[in-house]
């Protein structure tokens, strides 16, 4: 709640007149009468705490009611059939609303919470039915300033305050991420302990997201990427229905939430245990090239920093291999590296897997300061479609990634308890616990 409060108090002041509203999330329909599991809007819930879909917050800088929430009523019906909701009632006791209403009557009392007000803080394009009843709103003040009405004469968007604020993590955002990371960590170890040659990727995704659940977090911040052999390299593999092979590599791209907030972890591991030589070539430069990128981070240094120097790795270890011709710098420079390492290096983390704030100020990259929270992951594909690639590297595709906290004194690595070293895999990879 005070955690809520404290967020909306530094929107509010960010936003200095006018008035904000935000829509929670909308129930989307998945297949017949099967709706999507709902997960509540990042933004919505980050303002307000608020889990139930359909929901709309107006915020009023200065005003004597600062903060009106539209809910679903509570209905008898419903709460036999799905259970008990919120209400009006509750999102005032429990949620701290200065007043609360049905929505049901957002058309009708929008006019009067608005009244005045000269600047419309509003995501245009965020909710249909939000947009439809605030564009009337705008059309009718419009209207009447002929009468001599004051018009709505702006409206802005509140979205890059409210990412602003979102990317840099308080001490709570920390934690939950701490939590989600911690396990994100046991499931992966469980994926590896499950792993088999013979086995599906399906079945050690059962394994680990089994783990996920029993250790209490409610769902995956994004579909769990688990590929054996030539899946790692296709980017955003999720079918995960392959059967994996002796002397394979198993990529696993995953991460767990907690408190709305996702991990976003990657291993890749032998999926026998014991890397063979062209792998642990390719596994040796990938992690040199997270190291470089993760000692790059810290206070006061721009965001692409921590991409140019695991590139200048990555690209280094390509020469080395001889995929790539030299000199490093040509390299770098001309992008003869693009076929092999396709992505970018880093993004923001939080309540979304790739987390809203800017990488760029203007033409400037955005400079990290303590709170904000990236990940680094640079990889390596020889996927021949791509590109050329020795006999020996076909299909060898191998991405590791960290969860990283920037701190005041530099850099904390959130995920540096999870396996990456390749000696802890024979350790670890096919040998369930011993209980
Ligand atoms: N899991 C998506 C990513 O690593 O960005
Ligand atoms: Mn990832
Ligand atoms: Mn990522």
């Not at 990727?201 to 994004?222: D, H, I, K």
Request: charged content about 25%; proline content about 6%.
């Amino acid at each position: 709640m005070r955690m809520f409060k404290e967020r909306r108090g530094r929107l509010l002041e960010a936003l200095g007149s006018g008035a904000a509203v935000f829509a929670a999330g909308r129930e989307q329909r998945r297949n017949g009468d099967v709706d999507h599991e709902f997960r509540q809007e990042s933004t919505f819930w980050y303002l307000t705490g608020f889990e139930e879909p359909d929901a709309v917050a107006v915020l009023r800088p200065g005003h004597e009611e600062p903060y009106v929430l539209f809910v679903r009523p509570h209905d008898p019906e419903q709460a036999v059939w799905v259970g008990p909701r919120v209400g009006v009632d509750g999102a005032v006791e429990r949620y701290g609303a200065s007043a609360a209403y049905p929505v049901e009557e957002l058309a009708e009392r929008l006019p009067r919470l608005l009244d005045g007000v000269e600047t419309l803080h509003f995501a245009l394009g965020s909710d249909e039915r939000l947009g439809r009843l605030l564009g009337e709103l705008v059309t009718r003040r419009r209207d009447g300033a002929q009468r001599g009405a004051a018009p709505i004469a702006r409206v802005a968007d509140p979205t890059p305050l409210v990412d602003a604020l979102r990317l840099l993590k308080g001490p709570e955002e920390l934690d939950a991420l701490r939590r989600a990371i911690a396990v994100t960590g046991a499931g992966i170890e469980a994926a590896m302990r499950a792993t088999q040659p013979g086995l599906h990727e399906y079945e050690v995704q059962a394994a680990m997201e089994a783990e996920f659940r029993r250790l209490g977090s409610p769902r995956n911040g994004f579909p769990s990427i688990v590929a054996s052999g030539p899946g790692a390299c296709t980017l955003h593999y999720t079918t995960n229905r392959r059967r994996i092979e002796a002397g394979e590599l198993l990529l696993l791209d995953v991460g767990a939430e907690w408190d709305y907030y996702s991990a976003d972890v990657t291993r890749t591991f032998p999926v026998d245990g014991r890397l063979t030589p062209e792998q642990r070539a390719v596994y040796d430069i990938v992690l040199e090239a997270q190291r470089r990128g993760i000692e790059a981070a810290g206070p006061g240094v721009p965001f692409h920093a921590v991409h140019d120097a695991a590139l200048r790795a990555l690209v280094e270890g390509l020469v080395e291999l001889e995929v790539i011709a030299g000199p490093v710098d040509e390299a770098i420079e001309q992008r003869t590296f693009r076929p092999y390492y396709m992505h970018s290096t880093s993004h923001w983390l939080g309540l979304d897997v790739h987390d809203v704030g800017a990488y760029r100020q203007g033409e400037a990259s955005t400079v990290l300061e303590s709170g904000m929270v990236l990940t680094v992951e640079p990889g390596l594909y020889f996927n021949p479609d791509a590109g050329p690639v020795p006999e020996r590297l076909r299909h060898i595709g191998v991405r590791i990634e960290d969860d990283v906290a920037i701190t005041a004194e530099g850099h904390e690595v959130l995920s540096v308890a999870i396996p990456k070293d390749a000696e802890a895999f024979e350790a670890i990879v096919g040998r369930p616990r011993e209980r």
